[in-house]
Structures are given as C-alpha cells and as structure tokens.
Antibody, heavy 126, light 111 residues
Framework: QVQLQESGPGLVKPSETLSLTCTVS??????????WSWIRQPPGKGLEWIGY???????NYNPSLKSRVTISVDTSKNQFSLKLSSVTAADTAVYYC??????????????????WGKGTTVTVSS | QSALTQPASVSGSPGQSITISCTGTSSDVGSYNLVSWYQQHPGKAPKLMIY???KRPSGVSNRFSGSKSGNTASLTISGLQAEDEADYYC???????????FGGGTKLTVL
C-alpha cells in the first residue's frame, strides 16, 4: 500500500523560497507507471494543481505558477520535491503531494490523483 | 475564480439522491473524458471517487456515479448517508498548455 508524506518548514518569510519534500513508501518514484504531483489548498478555498514530474525528470507546471515553481525527483531517496520562489501571503496553503497514474498506450499521465499525502500547512509570514 | 463552476452547496436527506454539476468549456470538460471527482472531509486530504468521467476506483461505493454531457460533468450520490457529508471537487484535463483545472468545490450537507 503506497503512502506519501509531505515534509518541510511550516513557516516561510515573504520573498523567500518554499521547499517541500514528499517521501514515497510502499512504492517507488522510479516506477514508470506513475507521475508525481503537487496540489495546494489555501485556507477555506479550493484545490489548485501546481505541477507534476515523471521519474525521468520530465515536468509540467500550472502556467500561473510556472515562473516560480521547480519540481524535482530524487530516486535514490524515493522522494520528489517542490520549490516555490518569491513567496507571498497568497502562497499560504496546505500543500499536498499525490500520485498520478501513467498511460503507457498514450505516453501521457492519466490526469487524476489516485493516492494523496495527508498534506502539510505552509504559512508565509514575516 | 475557478476554471470549472460548481454549486457552492447542495443538500439532501438520508436515502435520497443528489447530483453535483461541474461546468467547464469546450477546452476542458467538453473536449476530454478526463474528469475526476474528489471527496474531502474537514481537515483531511482529498480522496479520489471518480476518474475518467465515470470510473470508480476499487473500494469506492457504487452509490457514487459520474457522467458528462457536453461541457458539464456530474457526480451523483444515491442513497445518501451521513458519512457522505463533505466537500466535493471536480477536476478536468484542459489541454497541453493548462493541463489540470479544478472546480471551486461543493459542500454537501446531509440533513
């Protein structure tokens, strides 16, 4: 049973870089059967897709965040990570990591998240 | 402002059926059979309930069903139970520039 666990600082100062890691257990980030994604949820608001990565390092990002986001994968640690630069209070949210199944026939992700981490709260404040 | 439009709230009594709509455009819901639905209880992570418009993951009750007509997708919950009270979010693939968009969420109240 695969499990995902987010970790990282709960408080980040404005203009700094938010850094989070998602550790995968019970499965492998190197599995070609999945992409690995980040999603966030501001307090009292809805979900926002941030981006995803394949074990090969191939990424896609939300166009509205693309200039500030980097998602990377560390297969040796069975982890993938999120960096969001130049944060403001608007980046305060619960950040979730999730798994996205991959369709070998089309060569694309299947664009739904079937396993989620529990989420981690990040507050941007001085 | 979310890319997909959902009603803010719906309600129903135990045993009844309810439907939550998710309206997009011809660039997302209308063009791809890649709509998914998530259930989120307060303080918890979202849970996948429906994928590819109408498919149910293993372990999800068959009381949950999905459909799509044109630019609008729908989630129907039959035989409402108290445990179904939660927020529900739709999500759709929106092409190779935008990728994934969510609805604003619908709060389901079981009366």
């Amino acid at each position: 049973q695969v499990q995902l666990q987010e970790s990282g600082p709960g408080l980040v100062k404005p203009s700094e870089t938010l850094s989070l890691t998602c550790t995968v257990s019970g499965g492998s980030v190197s599995s070609g059967s999945y992409y690995w994604s980040w999603i966030r949820q501001p307090p009292g608001k809805g979900l926002e897709w941030i981006g995803y990565i394949y074990y090969s390092g191939s990424t896609n990002y939300n166009p509205s965040l693309k200039s500030r986001v980097t998602i990377s994968v560390d297969t040796s640690k069975n982890q993938f990570s999120l960096k969001l630069s130049s944060v403001t209070a608007a980046d305060t949210a619960v950040y979730y990591c999730a798994r996205v199944p991959y369709d070998f026939w089309s060569g694309s992700p299947l664009y739904y998240m079937d396993v989620w981490g529990k989420g981690t709260t990040v507050t941007v404040s001085s | 402002q979310s890319a997909l439009t959902q009603p803010a709230s719906v309600s129903g009594s135990p045993g009844q059926s309810i439907t939550i709509s998710c309206t997009g455009t011809s660039s997302d819901v209308g063009s791809y059979n890649l709509v998914s639905w998530y259930q989120q209880h307060p303080g918890k992570a979202p849970k996948l309930m429906i994928y590819e418009v109408s498919k149910r993951p293993s372990g999800v009750s068959n009381r949950f069903s999905g459909s799509k007509s044109g630019n609008t997708a729908s989630l129907t919950i039959s035989g409402l139970q108290a445990e179904d009270e939660a927020d529900y979010y739709c999500c759709s693939y929106a092409g190779s520039s935008t990728f994934l968009v969510f609805g604003g969420g619908t709060k389901l109240t079981v009366l």
